[in-house]
C-alpha cells in the first residue's frame, strides 16, 4: 500500500522538475493579478474635486392668486430679500491701457540750457604806419582862365625816398608842371582825367620840393591831392 501510494506524488514532483517554464508562468499570472489590484487601488484613491457652489439668487416673490396686489409705496418701504454679492474678479488691465499710447506719448521737459554770453571781440586794428611823405597845396597866382598852384612836398622819414603827386581838377587840363628847387620828374596824364607827377630825383630826410603846374582852369580846388598816398593839407 505504501508503495503504491507514493507512486503518483512522485510522478508529479517529475513532472514539475521535468517542465520548469509552468512554475514561471504561473509566478507571472500571480503578478499580473497584484498589478491589476496595485492599479484599481490607486484610481479609487484619487483626490476629489469641490465645486464650489453657485452664486445665490433671490427669486422674486409671487403673490397668491386673489390677494390684493401691495402698494408700490409699501413694497418700496420694506426692505425685501437682497441678492448676495457675487465675487468677481477683475481681469488684468492690459499693457496698451497702462503704459502711454503711442498715438499720446508722454511729452519730456529737458533742462534749458542756460544762454551763454557769447563775448564779442572787436578786431584790433594796428595803429597807422606814419607817412613818410607830407603834401601841402597851395596857390601861388590867379588870372583870367586859369591859375598857378603849388604842392610842397616834405620828405618826414629817416630815410632818402622817392615821391609821387596825383592831382585831379575834375577833368580840367593842367597845361604844364616843374619842380622850382630840385631836379625835374615827369606828368602823365591818366584815362580818369587824374594827373600823376613822378619825381627825378629822391629827398633826403628832412628835405622839400616845390611841384608848381599851370592849371587851365577857374577854380583853384583840386578834387584829388595825394602825396605818397597820403592826402594834402591846405585844401
Known amino acids: 500500500m505504501s508503495g503504491t501510494g507514493s507512486t503518483p506524488r512522485s510522478s508529479e514532483s517529475r513532472a514539475i522538475a ?11 499570472v500571480v503578478m499580473l493579478v497584484l498589478m491589476v489590484v496595485a492599479l484599481g487601488t ?16 433671490a427669486l422674486p416673490l409671487v403673490p397668491p392668486s386673489g390677494t390684493a396686489e401691495p402698494d408700490a409705496s409699501a413694497t418700496d418701504a420694506a426692505p425685501g430679500p437682497t441678492a448676495r454679492p457675487s465675487s468677481t474678479v477683475s481681469a488684468r488691465p492690459s499693457r496698451s491701457s497702462v503704459g502711454p499710447s503711442a498715438s499720446n506719448p508722454v511729452p519730456t521737459t529737458s533742462p534749458s540750457r542756460s544762454a551763454v554770453p557769447t563775448v564779442t571781440q572787436r578786431a584790433s586794428t594796428a595803429p597807422a604806419a606814419p607817412p613818410s611823405m607830407t603834401g601841402q597845396y597851395d596857390v601861388e597866382q590867379r588870372f583870367s582862365g586859369g591859375f598857378i598852384g603849388e604842392v610842397k612836398v616834405s620828405n618826414v622819414s629817416g630815410s632818402r625816398s622817392s615821391w609821387t603827386v ?3 581838377f575834375s577833368g580840367k587840363r593842367i597845361i604844364a608842371a616843374w619842380v622850382t628847387n630840385t631836379g625835374q620828374g615827369t606828368l602823365r596824364r591818366g584815362d580818369d582825367g587824374v594827373y600823376t607827377y613822378r619825381s627825378g ?29 597820403t592826402g594834402c593839407t591846405g585844401l
Request: hydrophobic letters at 35%; proline letters at 12%.
Open 18 to 28: 521535468s517542465s520548469p517554464w509552468i512554475v514561471v508562468f504561473a509566478g507571472v
Open 42 to 57: 490607486y484610481r479609487g484613491r484619487g483626490p476629489t474635486v469641490e465645486v464650489p457652489p453657485g452664486p445665490h439668487v
Open 166 to 168: 596825383e592831382l585831379d
Open 201 to 229: 630825383v629822391d629827398l633826403d630826410p628832412g628835405a622839400s620840393a616845390r611841384l608848381q603846374f599851370h592849371v587851365d582852369s577857374s577854380s583853384t580846388t583840386p578834387a584829388r591831392c595825394v602825396v605818397n598816398g
